[in-house]
């Protein structure tokens, strides 16, 4: 871990002018492009079969399904935020570890890569739900909602590959801070594609309700006290962690239910209601919170006592 006060330092080496910008390119640019063919590989692994559709113009069985690079249904759609959003933070931390001299070129081309992966999936999928769909009006706004769901997806990943590739350690944190609810999903996604869903350990709903706080209590210890400013980043990672989780749990309640289905006030409603006694005392979120705080104390701490031993160390030489 390194230390919180020199990390806006090592963060950002001394340019290599002798690097060609055009290698530079292309290596910013297949690493975003393999960052987002990675987050969307937990769905491809399970054979990318577009899952059953309320509203297919035909009686099909789940294996006659057109193939569809993305899971486009209403009960898929934080596994869709979670695949789009965790590929555009990967190519983020590619860029923050590789940390290259043209830091702005890299990134772009980056974002180039994912956003090259991201558009083919939209549209390859958006075009075999549209030729599938029966015509009418409930057809139309499930389309569009999809629609506009993953383009928001696709924003938020730039976000976050914007926050995490980021020099400063307030932003790469907030980054991180805003990733650990989806990437926790994203890493059900694998456990689930890869043994099955009957077979997926009953311990997997447990160790995945703490593992945002666990990211999130790591990153605050990474981040620090100091300066003051970097408290700001503390304070909106725990609310991250308190509201996330619930947002997450009200659009999947919200959408997982067919009797609403095309109801838009009731939805709203129900969402409303969901989201409420989520962030309230019921929902769960205090304990998760107090331990994100209780590590990143903690190893603020640890951090503090190794420094001042180090330091009296060379003192007393």
Known sequence: MSHPENTAQTSAPAPNPSGKPGRDA?????????AG????????ITGGTLPLQNLWA???????????L??????????????????GALAGLAVRIWSPARRRLVMWCAAAGVFAVHFTATVQSFSVLHEGL???????????????????????????????ASPSPVKATIGFGLMAVPFTSWA?????????????????????RWVPAVLVGCTLAWCGLRPAKRAIAWVLNLVFLWLLPALFTAVQAVLGTRVLAGDVPEMLLMGRQVLTAALGPDGGALPTILLALAIGLVGVGVHEVISRRGSGQRIAQ
């Open 26 to 34: 292309l290596w910013g640019w297949l690493a975003g492009l393999l």
């Open 188 to 208: 059900v996604v694998w456990v689930v594609s890869v043994v099955g869903f009957l077979n997926v350990p009953t311990a997997v709903p447990t160790i995945a």
């Open 70 to 87: 993305l899971p486009l249904s209403q009960y898929e759609a934080t596994t869709i935020v979670a695949l789009l959003t965790v590929g």
């Open 58 to 68: 035909t009686q099909v069985m789940p294996a006659q399904m057109p193939p569809a």
């Open 37 to 44: 063919i990675l987050g969307l590989a937990p769905w491809w």
């Open 134 to 164: 029966a015509p009418g009006t409930l057809s139309d706004l499930y389309f569009f909602g999809l629609m506009a769901g993953v383009i928001g997806s696709v924003i938020a990943a730039f976000v976050a590959m914007l926050l995490i």
